[in-house]
Antibody, heavy 116, light 107 residues
Framework: QVQLQQSGAELAKPGSSVKISCKAS????????ISWIKQTTGQGLEYIGY????????NYNEKFKGKATLTVDKSSSTAFMQLSSLTPDDSAVYYC?????????WGQGASVTVSS | DIQMTQSPSFLSASVGERVTLSCRAS??????LDWYQQKLGEAPKLLIY???NLHTGIPSRFSGSGSGTDYTLTISSLQPEDVATYFC?????????FGAGTKLELK
């Protein structure tokens, strides 16, 4: 069955970076884009952007340009999101999801906590 | 960005009751509206896409309707397993934007 397995929780210091992974299985990885979504209690759900897993092409929400960098490794069917220059506002649960027009499978979420 | 307003924020209903959740967009979104269900501690799960298309495996008690700026998710007969928060998502304009959610509880 289709599965997206995300990396574990991260505790990071302000100003540092983290890289979250999303390993796909159960389908042809390059046949679907991967989307990334941020969830916080205060801001709710925010769409960060998506990546074409075949070409590596990306589209970012303007709000997350310079903050998030999306990449893929086709050889391991894994998508990555790097978050840089972390601040407490980046503390959230981050989800990867299969697809863009229809996000029909989601990872379990990766919690990022930014604290000194 | 298109603003999505969901109402009510909280809803308490009884098992078997018909439940209606609303989502209003700040401009016409041409039926590019999806509904997601999120249970406590889980990832969101797709219920309905493009206003009224039921995703595979979703019970037929869920249905969607709407056009223009106003959209509705209906649960025809509420079941205990439907306790969750429901989010709408517009995909008409980039960036795609979510509503703040309706938290549905059992009375």
């Amino acid at each position: 069955q289709v599965q997206l397995q995300q990396s574990g929780a991260e505790l990071a210091k302000p100003g540092s970076s983290v890289k979250i992974s999303c390993k796909a299985s159960g389908y042809t990885f390059t046949s679907y884009y991967i989307s990334w979504i941020k969830q916080t209690t205060g801001q709710g759900l925010e769409y960060i952007g998506y990546i074409n897993t075949g070409s590596g092409g990306t589209n970012y929400n303007e709000k997350f340009k310079g903050k998030a960098t999306l990449t893929v490794d086709k050889s391991s069917s894994t998508a990555f999101m790097q978050l840089s220059s972390l601040t407490p506002d980046d503390s959230a649960v981050y989800y990867c999801a299969r697809g863009v027009r229809v996000m029909d499978a989601w990872g379990q979420g990766a919690s990022v906590t930014v604290s000194s | 960005d298109i603003q999505m307003t969901q109402s009510p924020s909280f809803l308490s209903a009884s098992v078997g009751e018909r439940v209606t959740l609303s989502c209003r967009a700040s401009q016409n979104i041409n039926k590019y509206l999806d509904w997601y269900q999120q249970k406590l501690g889980e990832a969101p799960k797709l219920l309905i896409y493009n206003t009224n298309n039921l995703h595979t495996g979703i019970p037929s008690r869920f249905s969607g309707s709407g056009s223009g700026t106003d959209y509705t998710l209906t649960i025809s007969s509420l079941q205990p397993e439907d306790v969750a928060t429901y989010f709408c998502l517009q995909r008409n304009s980039w960036p795609y934007t979510f509503g703040a959610g309706t938290k549905l509880e059992l009375k």
